[in-house]
């Protein structure tokens, strides 16, 4: 089991700066893929970011590609979400995910992919 808890979420202005975090607790941090996700109101809840469990490899939506970047701290169990050049439509609770991977450099995209959620954190961008 793993439990994952996000912060950082908030208000910013367009163009603004937010950093995301997600600490996670419970079974080995090292040994999971992790992704963030975001859903709007009225929207499907869509893949923005994913990284691998050595941190060496990476994967973005187009839309987000060149102003976010996912990190992560496996010494720290945490893994973080920089969002530069926010866009209103960047609007969403957005939510990290863990999934279970037996290779260093595996990342998954699919929702059905992720075994394990958080409960989410606001990201609100005004123009």
């Known amino acids: 089991q793993v439990q994952l808890v996000e912060s950082g979420g908030g208000w910013a202005q367009a163009g603004g700066s937010l950093r995301l975090s997600c600490a996670a607790s419970g079974r080995t941090f090292s040994n999971y893929a992790m992704g963030w996700f975001r859903q709007a109101p009225g929207k499907e809840r869509e893949f923005v970011a994913t990284i691998s469990w050595s941190g060496g490899s990476t994967y973005y939506r187009v839309s987000v590609k060149g102003r976010f970047t996912i990190s992560r701290d496996n010494a720290k169990n945490t893994v973080y979400l920089q969002m530069n050049s926010l866009k209103p439509e960047d609007t969403a609770v957005y939510y990290c995910?863990?999934?279970?991977?037996?290779?260093?450099?595996?990342?998954?995209?699919?929702?059905?992919?992720?075994?394990?959620w958080g409960q989410g954190t606001q990201v609100t961008v005004s123009s």
């Open positions: 995910a863990a999934g279970r991977t037996y290779f260093s450099n595996t990342y998954y995209s699919g929702i059905s992919e992720y075994d394990y």
